[in-house]
């Protein structure tokens, strides 16, 4: 994908929010026949490729970023695959659940021997552009126009995922960045929700007053850091398209706005936000401190919604959640990280590419159901025809759901429209922040210097 193209998608990504997500969260029920279909039911519309009453015996790998065995879409994942294999059994789902850094290591010596697993992850736009190029995957065009797949997904979210007229990957979500808290830490410490950044900074140092770890973060995933930087360069610019600009030749790093950001950023860092050691946790051990109860804050895209409503933080709606605040006055709170998730895509050189792509279209078909019913739908691809709140969605995911309809705008993650190398060196650069304070200016020049290096 070229800067231009993914420019572009940045623009109407907060249209797809907007109009699509603020219809999914509504809590109204507009077919309540369609979800109470049964996954043996949805087969019935699939493609039928699968080849099931064949005597050979197949084994489609299945990469995913699903290994936390808590959370919903792992339960989801589990049982659409144990139907599938039970209704086709001579085929076995082989999953290969890893971490998301863990995945995108893992898939770049993959691509780089041209051994891509038949079904594995990817996520849009800039990210993906590599593998495009290197020719590596399947269109999924003809599959998606059949039994209607294409149209369960919300308008124009698979535009991240299309290259030269193809659809190479079908995504899992549609989220914003938001932050959660937990009401009783909050309680404990006599702190409120902040509606200022200053005010963030004061509360984490008031909870780390109380000995409670304010913020946690999993940071080896180096991704985590930049996504929280991203919404702090969000509201110093003053509103999106910084990077745009960038681009465009009208702002360069060392532009003040980026400045103030790596400053803010750092203020949170060096007042203890986060959690000893916060570079050797990944991702989900990260999560799991705040679902555990251990931290009062954890700022994350909404498809963590899921796993923490469940979780022991949750319980009794004792967790809730509230958008980034300004910073230093500037920025509009109702412009978000934008997320459109990670999705999957079906290698080219598949040895069982027929069977693959019908597998693909029956996860697909079933995904809205199955993850509505697990309780982790808020924050997916797709339309979901239900009603949350009668479904036991608890009071925080239904003001995730209201946050949607609030969305104004905002940016893509760095890694999602910068070039690989340029996004690289970002991510080292902000993952050092969190071991040592540097010169906003200095931190500025690395990031300057290495956009250069790689135009």
């Known amino acids: 994908m070229t800067q231009k193209r993914s420019r572009m998608l940045g623009a109407v990504m907060a249209g797809v929010l907007a109009l699509s997500l603020a219809a999914c969260g509504s809590g109204s029920s507009n077919s309540s026949s369609d979800t109470s279909t049964t996954p043996t039911d949805t087969t019935k519309t699939t493609t039928d490729n699968g080849n099931s009453n064949s005597n050979e015996k197949i ?3 299945f990469q995913n970023i699903y290994p936390d065995t808590t959370d919903p879409k792992n339960q989801m994942l589990q049982k659409i695959v144990k139907q599938y294999q039970t209704d086709h059994p001579n085929i076995t789902i082989e999953l290969d659940s890893l971490n998301t850094d863990q995945q995108k290591l893992k898939l770049k010596t993959q691509a780089a021997s041209k051994e891509v697993p038949d079904i594995t992850i990817v996520n849009p736009a800039a990210q993906m552009q590599p593998f495009i190029d290197a020719d590596l995957f399947a269109p999924l065009n003809d599959m998606i126009e059949q039994n209607g797949l294409k149209d369960t997904f919300q308008k124009g979210i698979l535009d991240y995922y299309t290259f030269n007229g193809n659809v ?27 509606t200022t950044f200053e005010e963030m900074v004061e509360v984490v ?41 960038v681009v465009d030749g009208k702002k360069t790093f060392e532009d003040p706005a980026f400045k103030e950001a790596v400053d803010a950023f750092q203020s949170l860092v060096q007042a203890g936000a986060f959690q000893d050691g916060v570079t050797s946790f990944d991702y989900n051990a990260g999560e799991n401190l705040f679902k555990t109860g251990k931290t009062a804050m954890y700022f994350m895209g909404s498809w963590a919604t899921g796993g923490i409503e469940t979780s022991e933080a949750g319980k009794d709606n004792n967790v809730g959640v509230f958008k980034f605040p300004t910073v230093n006055g500037k920025g509009n709170p109702d412009e978000f990280m934008l997320a459109p998730g990670s999705a999957f895509a079906v290698s080219k050189n598949s040895k069982h590419l027929k069977e693959t792509l019908d597998f693909l279209n029956y996860f697909m078909l079933n995904y809205p159901k199955e993850t509505f019913e697990a309780k982790g739908a808020v924050g997916i ?34 890694d999602n429209t910068m070039n690989p190398g340029t996004a690289q060196a970002h991510l080292s650069s902000i993952q050092n922040l969190f071991v040592a304070k540097k010169d906003a200016s200095e931190v500025a020049k690395e990031h300057q210097s290495a956009y250069e290096e790689n135009k």
């Open 205 to 245: 140092k008031q909870l780390k007053a109380k000995g409670i770890t304010p913020m946690a973060i999993g940071e080896k995933d180096s991704w985590t850091g930049s996504f929280l930087f991203m919404n702090v360069l969000l509201r110093t610019n003053g509103g999106p398209g910084f990077l745009k600009d």
């Open 59 to 61: 084994t489609i790998t």
């Open 381 to 414: 691809a797709q339309t979901v025809d239900g009603d949350f709140k009668a479904a036991g969605y608890s009071d925080m995911a239904m003001d995730v759901l209201n946050l949607f309809k609030d969305v104004k705008g905002g940016d893509l993650a760095f």
């Open 168 to 194: 190479y990957a079908l995504p899992d979500g549609n989220n914003i960045g938001v932050v959660y808290y937990n009401k009783s830490l909050f309680e404990k410490a006599g702190v409120k929700v902040p």
